[in-house]
């Protein structure tokens, strides 16, 4: 029985690059599905991977996904392929076609949910990449993913991965844009799941071809993303430290107040006064408000753990069904 593989490329006006992309990745594995996301692109991008499709009779098809952002390309994709291992890449020829063999061994071998290939270790991302800050970035939120999940990942970032179908089935996909790759670390560092990173080469595009990244924009929407997942998924953490923010500026409030009052046993400094008073009764609230969610978020995570387990039964009872091999993506 063939494992069903589908090679998700979502592209975005990459009418330069996509069907070299085809090109490489179908000569390298000519049994998978590859499925090309248009996402909205305003050239010639859909009608060129289609005409390449068909020129290799290769398997697959175009997905048109009107909704703009990385994100929504790669939702669109999940939702609408089935397929018992999933391989997400940039349609740029920046990630190298041959090492998807190394990324999809572990998920057949049930080694991992997730593989990820890690362009930091061999140091070609830093070589190749002409953005000095996009290193700055990565690097931060390399930091900040580790720190706060406990964890040792080299490249949270990066866009070549592969997935078993029990993590794409159990992957809700909120965020619209290029912070999709953190967003899948963080579901995955946060449900428990295996994550092994392999290192690849990577290459910078090719001359002509655009990236459609902005340094600034996309690293705000990546540490906003960080922001988020902490306040829903580690609330105590995170509103525990906002108390501490108020509750240290209502003590500076406090110290005129106090002043006085150890001076002349009288309070001069009636705005202080209120103003540190209101600054603690917010500090509390917020404490208060982090117990609440985090007992939220337990139980939630509780649902979410047995959801998976479902899933994950379910989907190896159907791989073991004479009929699945019988089904196409």
Partial sequence: MLPRIAIVLPAFNEEQTIAATIEAFHAEMPDAHIVVVDNNSQDATGRVASDTLQRLCALGKVIDEPNQGKGNAVRRA????????????????????????????????????????DRHSGGHYAQENKRPLHNFGNALVQRLVN?????????????????????????????????????????ALHRRMRITELPVEYQD???????????????????FTIAQILRYYRPMVFFMAMSMVFAVAGIVAAVPVFDDWFRTQYITHVPSAVLAAALETIAFLLLAVGVILDSISHHEKLKAELHYLDVHRRLAADSRSPESSHRSI
């Fill in 147 to 187: 720190r706060l999940f406990n964890a040792s990942l080299v490249d949270i970032m990066s866009g070549y991965r592969a997935f078993n179908r029990s993590f794409v089935k159990t992957y809700p996909i909120l965020v619209e844009g290029f912070q999709i790759e953190t967003d899948m670390t963080l579901h």
């Fill in 205 to 223: 595009r090719p001359a002509g071809s655009v990236s459609k990244l902005n340094t600034f924009s996309d690293g705000a929407r990546v540490i």
């Fill in 78 to 117: 999940f939702l609408d392929i089935e397929a018992d291992v999933y391989v997400i890449a940039d349609a740029d020829l920046t990630y190298p076609a041959h090492r998807v063999h190394d990324l999809v061994r572990p998920i057949l071998n049930g080694d991992a949910d997730m593989v990820v290939g």
